[in-house]
């Protein structure tokens, strides 16, 4: 069975413009976590979708959103990017039945900088 | 809310000793814990987890962890540490019901030969 899989894996941008990364989780898992992970405040809930819905969201500002489609892969997008932006970008999929029994697969993350 | 201290953000061991990594944790309500390890360039692996039941935890490559409720601590332990245990491991938890992971601020794991 594929991994989680993330692309791109490196990106970089200028303040000001806007991303946007990818991740198809695991072939049958519904739902679709993400987190920012950087070397001053570590790794970070973004929000968490299921079956096209965001269920969960983290304390981030309105700059950072997300989406999920109907084949669970899932997009997340950041506007007008700040230096502060610069981050590992990781994704996690899961069965999505709602309990944390399941365990949370990660992909390899995207790279970003922001220049 | 949930929070996660490792105690120590950097671990130099030598191949062939044991190795503990601490976690402390602070949480109103019922949680799950985890231990996750970070290869350089890499995602997140789940090495182990504790659900509920025995409170101590084996995992994967050789790794176990002990819950301990009364101190609030899940210390990871391995008898017996390879050059290729080389890498970033994090503590987690989870409420309950909820997909949502708060993770420690890891502990760098240096394995000298």
């Known amino acids: 069975k594929a991994g989680v899989t993330q692309t791109p894996r490196y990106l970089i941008k200028t303040r000001g413009q806007q991303v946007t990364l990818s991740c198809s989780p695991i072939?049958?898992?519904?739902?679709v976590s993400w987190y920012q992970q950087t070397p001053g405040q570590g790794l970070q809930f973004l929000f968490e979708y299921f079956s096209e819905t965001q269920r969960n969201k983290g304390n981030f500002p309105g700059r950072f959103s997300g989406r999920q489609f109907s084949n669970s892969r899932s997009e997340m997008n950041v506007s007008t990017l700040e230096l502060g932006d610069s981050a590992l970008y990781l994704c996690?999929?899961?069965?999505?039945?709602?309990?944390?029994?399941?365990?949370?697969?990660f992909g390899p993350g995207t790279r970003l900088l922001v220049l | 809310a949930q929070s996660v201290t490792q105690l120590d953000s950097q671990v130099p061991v030598f191949e062939e000793a044991p190795v503990e990594l601490r976690c402390n944790y602070s949480?109103?309500?019922?949680?799950?814990l985890f231990w996750y390890v970070q290869y350089p360039n890499q995602g997140l692996q789940l090495l182990l987890k504790?659900?509920?039941?025995?409170?101590l935890v084996k995992g994967i490559n050789g790794f176990e962890a002990e819950f301990n409720k009364s101190q609030t601590s899940f210390h990871l332990r391995k008898p017996s540490v390879h050059i290729s245990d080389t890498a970033e491991y994090f503590c987690a938890v989870s409420k309950r019901g909820a997909q949502k992971l708060v993770f420690g601020q890891g502990t760098r794991l240096t394995i000298n030969p």
């Open positions: 996690a999929s899961s069965a999505g039945t709602g309990t944390v029994q399941e365990t949370q697969y």
């Open positions: 949480s109103s309500v019922s949680v799950y």
């Open positions: 072939s049958g898992h519904r739902s």
């Open positions: 504790y659900l509920s039941g025995s409170t």
